[in-house]
């Protein structure tokens, strides 16, 4: 399989960036939201789900899915591998894991949270299970920040790297 040149790689670091960024700056700011809504204010909880849920929807997943394609990309078409480098290959399943994370439960429970809100309207906030819902998101979403926090460590102290080891030749 043909690799991609230097021009490529840089575009490609470039492009890799930009979804990386959407991604978590996408997770940051639903967390803000997260953080910030009023449980006892149906009108303000609902509006913040619903924008919550705009992020996700608009950010955070192009963001995902871009980055996973660009993992890919990285993984097929050039010398990095998937798991020729111990420190690529942790990023790389740290990802998916935290994509399953962020596809299985965040979101799971954001929409599960979103459909009692639109139904039940102001007895959603009372009911154990939205409470109980919005808990659990809050960690897995806590999760995904540390995750991507420790992925983003790996990839600039590149751990686990092999040493280059000079043999001398008697």
Not at 8 to 18: A, E, M, P
Not at 50 to 66: M, Q
Not at 94 to 122: C, R, S
Not at 139 to 155: E, P
């Amino acid at each position: 399989m043909k690799k991609i040149g230097p021009k490529g790689l840089k575009w490609l670091k470039i492009l890799h960036l930009f979804f990386v960024i959407l991604f978590f700056g996408g997770i940051l700011s639903s967390t803000a939201l997260n953080l910030q809504i009023d449980l006892t204010n149906y009108d303000e909880t609902n509006l913040m789900y619903k924008n919550i849920i705009i992020i996700s929807d608009n950010v955070v997943r192009y963001g995902a899915v871009g980055t996973l394609l660009i993992g890919f990309i990285y993984g097929f078409f050039t010398n990095w591998g998937f798991f020729k480098h111990r420190w690529v290959g942790v990023k790389f399943v740290l990802y998916i894991i935290q994509t399953i994370v962020g596809i299985f439960v965040v979101d799971k429970l954001m929409v599960a949270n979103m459909e009692l809100l639109e139904t039940q309207k102001k007895l959603a906030l009372s009911n154990p299970v939205f409470i109980h819902n919005h808990e659990i998101r809050q960690y897995a979403v806590m999760f995904q920040v540390a995750v991507t926090i420790f992925i983003l460590i790996i990839s600039v102290l590149k751990p686990w790297r092999k040493k280059n080891v000079k043999v001398k030749n008697s």
